[in-house]
């Protein structure tokens, strides 16, 4: 049985398997979540990025937590919008399903995403929102995972994740 969530919170604060951080190619930090998630794990997390290569838009790496209450932190890359004619929706879906693939693949039951590409990449959070939602119904068919909670950031997106969630019959 996989639950749906939606809290409205900063992500950092969630004692959960993994946070996901909507990250830039380099992994090397940024602003928005990125920013937060480094600053609140402590610079030992940047120096395990270093270590990973980067990452393609639409993949996913995991590091360990550090000082977040979090045990991992999966990195993943959404698309920048550029109005959507330019693969943003196949690139945003596959940011999720990754995100997914990694977590079953380490054995995580609970997992918390921001709204991957929806702050400084432009997507809008309707559009983003309906995306992720729509994978996370799929994926909590296939058992596993006992969580999974989306984690928009003011009251405003928290009523866009509420009202697509309804569109999609889910009740988080
Ligand atoms: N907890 C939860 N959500 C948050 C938090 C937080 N602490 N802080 C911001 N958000 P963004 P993107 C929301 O811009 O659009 C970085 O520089 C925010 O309100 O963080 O994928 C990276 O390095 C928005 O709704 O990510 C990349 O260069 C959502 O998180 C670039 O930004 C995503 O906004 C990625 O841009």
């Not at 921001?114 to 296939?142: C, F, H, N, Q």
Request: glycine residues 12%.
């Amino acid at each position: 049985m996989t639950t749906i969530e939606i809290i409205q919170t900063d992500i950092t604060t969630l004692a959960v398997d993994a946070i996901v951080n909507a990250a830039n190619s380099t992994l090397l930090g940024g602003g928005g979540v990125d920013g937060a998630i480094h600053r609140a794990a402590g610079p030992d997390l940047v120096q395990e990025c270093a270590t990973l290569g980067g990452c393609p838009t639409g993949e996913a790496k995991i590091t360990k937590g550090y000082l977040l209450p979090a045990r991992h932190v999966i990195h993943t890359v959404g698309p920048v919008w550029h109005g959507g004619g330019k693969g943003e929706p196949k690139l945003l879906e596959s940011a999720y399903r990754t995100c997914f693939r990694v977590a079953r693949q380490h054995n995580l039951a609970s997992i918390a995403f921001p709204a991957i590409s929806a702050g400084i990449y432009g997507y809008p959070m309707a559009d983003a929102a309906m995306i992720a939602l729509t994978v996370a119904r799929e994926e909590a068919e296939k058992g596993g995972l006992q969580r999974i909670i989306f984690v928009p950031f003011s009251s405003q997106a928290e009523k866009v994740y509420r009202d697509v969630a309804a569109s999609l019959g889910i009740q988080p």
